[in-house]
């Protein structure tokens, strides 16, 4: 399969300053198509990155800076939708500089300050099927895509030996990952993974399928581990539909907190520490009803806080479709879901079972409860039924990799199929799986010394 011929991105601007804890932190504005696939018409889009490095002072100032030529490493952040956070305010940043790399944190398009989605800058583009169109760009192929052009901006003027980076994938950032060594892969080095080795499949189904046993397997163990919220989720359920799906509005006004977007906290099951998480809310919410009376705004705000939905327009309608390739995704969770229709109902009077929480999983139904997204309902719907996604993977390219891969697996990801991650480690030659079952999916962050170090023994040490 023929990759796109990619050229440099224009970089538009290069600005650095210093920050604590010795790093130099330098933020770029690079120009790329929307459209690869017809780079000279395509309208342009504008992409931020920041790129962060160690300061080292010499005893001598006037010697030449013996870092000048550091190896890149390119971070791809998870999601998808999601923006980078600062260099300085990453929990791995540091834990990567001392090993001699210089970094770049990339706001994919869309997300952060990467030509922004929003429903008032998508209304830009036009009308809903203008807009759904304009939105098929924003998924791995083209991710990847401006990656590379970003490369060739950045590095394609060194010396031969010298063109490629290291680049390190968090969950969606590894599906990322996968796709560049598929079509771009003589322009990496090494690849980092955590959590995120994609399934090799060519649409979600399956996916939800299994993660869905998975949801359910966190909820009866959040049950066992707080026995007393199976009655207050009960009661806090039964009050949010008191008066139909209105009954109690979130900040905005324009939305509610239905049972079933309040239910959407699970999403922090997979998390560590994501019981207690959801355990504090659930709370606070029976606090509230059992002391004041109705549900506070303290209580909202802390509910919005746990849920992206609402101002990540991409994670929210573009989920489904990272993993088509061929295939339309039909609202795939939604269906999946309906094979345990009975764990997840929300009886109006609070029902005599638990009440199931769901997890990374993104609804129809969300276009009416979210006030972000009840504009995008049908572009959403279009995106769900559309089954010409071009491919995120060539198996072929992946089995003869010669790419050193170090993958962290976690056998209870509740994000990312464990059996799945391992069938796609045995189909990438050269990768190494780092595989554990004591870390949830946001290791990086929570567990960042121990599985960087299980990641980097794999590059440094000589297993036999």
């Known amino acids: 399969m023929a990759a796109t011929a990619i050229s440099a991105a224009k970089i538009l601007s290069k600005r650095a300053h210093n920050v604590p804890g010795r790093i130099k932190i330098t933020e770029y504005f690079f120009e790329v198509p929307h459209d690869w696939s017809n780079a000279a018409k395509s309208r342009k889009l504008t992409l931020f990155a920041r790129s962060a490095r160690r300061i080292d002072r010499p005893a001598d100032p006037t010697t030449e800076d013996p870092k000048k030529g550091l190896?890149?490493?390119?971070?791809?952040?998870?999601?998808?939708?999601?923006?980078?956070?600062?260099?300085?305010?990453?929990?791995?940043?540091?834990?990567?500089?001392?090993?001699?790399?210089?970094?770049?944190?990339?706001?994919?398009?869309?997300?952060?300050?990467?030509?922004?989605?929003?429903?008032?800058?998508?209304?830009?583009?036009?009308?809903?099927?203008?807009?759904?169109?304009?939105?098929?760009?924003?998924?791995?192929?083209?991710?990847?895509?401006d990656c590379e052009a970003i490369r060739k901006a950045l590095i394609g003027d060194l010396e031969e030996g010298k063109k490629k980076w290291s680049i390190m994938g968090q969950s969606f950032g590894g599906f990322c990952?996968?796709?560049y060594l598929s079509f771009y892969p003589e322009a990496v080095r090494e690849a980092f993974l955590f959590g995120g080795l994609p399934p090799l499949l060519d649409g979600p189904d399956e996916v939800y399928r299994r993660t869905l046993l998975k949801v359910i397997k966190r909820n009866e163990a959040y049950y066992a581990k707080y026995p007393e919220d199976v009655s207050r989720v009960q009661l806090i359920t039964k009050l949010l539909q008191r008066f139909g799906d209105t009954t109690v509005r979130d900040t905005t006004s324009q939305g509610s907190i239905t049972a079933r977007r309040f239910l959407q906290i699970g999403i922090h099951f997979g998390f560590h520490g994501g019981f207690d998480t959801v355990h504090e809310v659930v709370l606070r919410c029976w606090s509230d009803l059992q002391f004041v009376g109705h549900i506070t705004k303290p209580t909202v705000v802390r509910i919005e806080g746990l849920l992206p939905f609402n101002d990540h327009m991409i994670y929210s309608i573009l989920h489904e479709q990272i993993y088509c390739q061929g295939t339309a995704s039909n609202w795939s969770c939604y269906r999946m879901q309906k094979e345990h229709e009975e764990l997840f109902r929300i009886p109006k009077d609070g029902g005599d079972k638990p009440i199931y929480f769901t997890g990374e999983m993104v609804f129809p139904w969300m276009l009416e409860d979210y006030p972000a997204l009840q504009s995008l309902k049908t572009q959403a719907d279009i995106l769900a039924t559309t089954s010409d996604w071009p491919a995120l993977y060539d198996e072929g390219q992946l089995a003869k990799n010669d790419?050193?891969?170090?993958?962290?697996?976690?056998?209870?990801d509740m994000y990312v199929d464990y059996d799945f991650s391992m069938e796609?480690?045995?189909?990438?030659?050269?990768?190494?799986?780092?595989?554990?079952?004591?870390?949830?999916?946001?290791?990086?962050?929570?567990?960042?010394?121990?599985?960087?170090?299980?990641?980097?023994?794999?590059?440094?040490?000589?297993?036999?």
Not at 95 to 109: K, M
Not at 403 to 412: D, I, K, Q, T
């Open 177 to 179: 990952a996968l796709t």
């Open 424 to 464: 796609t480690a045995r189909k990438l030659k050269g990768c190494k799986t780092f595989v554990t079952n004591v870390m949830y999916h946001d290791a990086v962050r929570s567990r960042m010394e121990d599985v960087t170090k299980g990641l980097f023994a794999l590059r440094d040490d000589t297993i036999d």
């Open 403 to 412: 790419v050193p891969v170090y993958a962290a697996v976690y056998m209870n």
């Open 71 to 145: 190896p890149w490493m390119l971070y791809l952040q998870g999601g998808p939708g999601f923006e980078c956070a600062s260099p300085q305010n990453s929990y791995w940043i540091q834990t990567i500089l001392e090993r001699g790399y210089q970094v770049l944190c990339l706001d994919q398009r869309g997300t952060g300050l990467s030509s922004p989605l929003s429903p008032s800058t998508l209304g830009l583009r036009g009308d809903d099927k203008v807009q759904a169109e304009y939105l098929k760009k924003f998924r791995a192929d083209s991710i990847v895509r």
